[in-house]
């Protein structure tokens, strides 16, 4: 996988995402594995990539290997980027003690400012970020013992010769052969209810005091955050910009439990006395008091609603956009170039792909809606003719990704208790899911089998794709989880949420997902299993 992906040199951005997307998913997992070839050139393309990936994309890839990866050169390098996918990466991430030592002195003095502000991290670790000196002259490392600076110069990256990465590599190897103790874990979750902190003239906090650094360290009180990011309200950025004082402003802070959520702040300008220059702000923030939160929903309401509520006001403008564009393509109001219609036709399409995403995070928002009697399914359906339709919609799909799809039929008839467009759903999403998982020129096999009199269930089994083999149930229903081999269009809506989706919409209508050691297995209703047990009963009284 890794050789393709290295092969193909990205044609637009789009494939530069998927790319660096792809290439640390695999390090990240499999890093370990590979060969120190296959780990040079992986990690050189993702320096080459680097800056056609926006920093939000990069920020997003760092939470995720934050949470699943231990592969420490993939670390070093998002460590080494820009400050917010460098915090997003070293806040929550755990390496061994050994992989810690061996990149301290590749990583930048940022880097080491949000290490010195981990509670969780090895002393070992510590004391080696106090061996190189202070991190930055703005946040002053907490009191350690210092260890023998010969101890880490010895390991110390050369100026000349290989590659830094390279050097890296035979670093950890070098540690882990000689000490190899995995990290201890001891983060402190104690709930935190206010701090104090510093900013420079530019807005950015750089010094903090009552809270882990990380979380509050680089951000800036200047520019109010968007969409949910951790930041500041407009209240803030615009007392900024004014010099003015700010009161009891909105923030949101990512982290821990301890330090993540809302908080209030309040800060006041301070000048150079000697000069009269604006030299940043100086404030202190708490948790918002219960009235400061009007809306705030009880926590035993229904998650879903904010969910739902966010899907009603996604589909307006989407109609909308979609709307204009079929007038464009179809020139209702009068004649349009050529360009401009393959254009309009392109975000029709689009449009429904977006359309079809909501509808499967609406039904996913449902939740448990429960099993629905027999009176409430509207529709016995016929599973082969179902599964037959969906194989040929994915016709395309199989011929982009390569991949043949068998599916064989055992017994019957297939009559099934379920709506048709949600068994349409279930066996679209599930083998949309795997196709997207397999490797190209494999064979996606499955059986659509009924055991009647013995069994009152369909079952659809789909033997599992080789990237998947050995993968536990919880790892295959985490949504985070991202198989070596995955193609770029699983992105979207990753395989744990469709598997997610299927075992739900199964469920409503008295079904299953099951996933076995060698098959996934959709389970539905047979509508004809009630009257064969009533025909038995019948011949036995």
């Not at 701090?195 to 650094?213: C, K, L, P």
């Not at 589909?315 to 020139?331: C, D, E, H, K, Y």
């Not at 050995?470 to 770029?488: K, N, W």
Request: hydrophobic residues 45%; proline residues 5%.
């Amino acid at each position: 996988m890794i050789a393709t992906i290295l092969r193909q040199a990205p044609a637009d951005r789009r494939a530069s995402i998927a790319a660096w997307r792809q290439l640390s998913d695999i390090l990240a997992q499999r890093g370990n594995q590979l060969s120190d070839e296959d780990i040079r050139r992986s990690l050189h393309a993702l320096a080459v990539l680097r800056p056609q990936v926006p920093e939000s994309v990069r920020r997003d890839c760092a939470r995720a290997i934050a949470a699943h990866g231990r592969f420490a050169p993939l670390v070093a390098l998002y460590a080494n980027d820009v400050a917010p996918v460098s915090a997003a990466i070293l806040q929550t991430v755990q390496l061994s003690e050994a992989d810690w030592l061996a990149m301290l002195p590749a990583t930048s003095a940022t880097a080491r400012s949000l290490l010195a502000g981990r509670r969780d991290l090895p002393q070992a670790v510590h004391r080696g970020l106090a061996s190189l000196g202070s991190a930055s002259v703005a946040l002053p490392q907490p009191k350690t013992q210092v260890v023998d600076q010969q101890q880490i110069e010895a390991e110390a990256v050369p100026e000349t010769g290989s590659s830094q990465i390279s050097e890296l590599v035979r670093r950890i190897d070098k540690f882990q052969s000689t000490r190899g103790q995995p990290a201890r874990t001891g983060a402190d979750h104690t709930p935190r209810s206010a701090f104090v902190f510093e900013t420079g003239a530019d807005g950015v906090v750089h010094w903090v005091d009552g809270i882990t650094r990380g979380a509050v360290i680089g951000l800036s009180i200047a520019e109010a955050a968007f969409g949910g990011e951790p930041g500041i309200d407009g209240i803030s950025a615009g007392a900024f910009r004014q010099r003015a004082e700010i009161l009891n402003a909105r923030m949101v802070l990512e982290g821990n439990a301890a330090d993540a959520g809302e908080w209030r702040f309040s800060a006041l300008p301070w000048f150079d006395p000697a000069t009269g220059q604006f030299r940043g702000y100086r404030g202190s923030a708490r948790r918002p008091h219960r009235n400061e939160q009007p809306y705030r929903r009880p926590d035993a309401a229904d998650s879903g609603d904010s969910i739902r509520q966010l899907i009603h006001e996604l589909r307006s403008p989407l109609n909308a956009i979609s709307g204009f564009a079929q007038i464009v393509a179809g020139q209702m109001f009068g004649p349009v170039s050529q360009s401009y219609r393959r254009m309009a036709e392109t975000i029709v399409a689009d449009a429904r792909s977006v359309q079809t995403i909501i509808d499967d995070l609406e039904t996913a928002a449902r939740g448990n809606r429960g099993v629905l009697p027999d009176q409430d399914i509207a529709n016995v359906v016929d599973l082969a003719h179902i599964v037959a339709q969906v194989e040929s919609d994915l016709a395309e799909l199989l011929r982009d990704e390569s991949v043949d799809l068998s599916i064989s039929r055992i017994g019957g008839p297939f009559a099934g208790l379920a709506n048709d467009a949600d068994a349409r759903r279930m066996v679209g999403r599930l083998l949309t899911a795997l196709i997207d998982v397999s490797e190209p020129g494999s064979t996606l096999v499955g059986q659509l089998v009924t055991e009647m009199p013995h069994d009152d269930m369909l079952q659809l089994r789909i033997v599992r794709p080789a990237a998947i083999r050995f993968a536990t149930a919880a790892e295959l229903l985490d949504p985070g989880f991202s198989p070596e081999g995955e193609a770029p269009s699983a992105t979207v809506l990753s395989l744990g949420f469709s598997l997610r989706l299927v075992d739900s919409l199964a469920r409503a209508v008295g079904g299953r997902l099951d996933i076995g050691h060698n098959a996934l297995t959709l389970h539905l209703r047979s509508a004809t299993s009630k009257s064969e047990a009533e025909r038995e009963v019948q011949q036995g009284e």
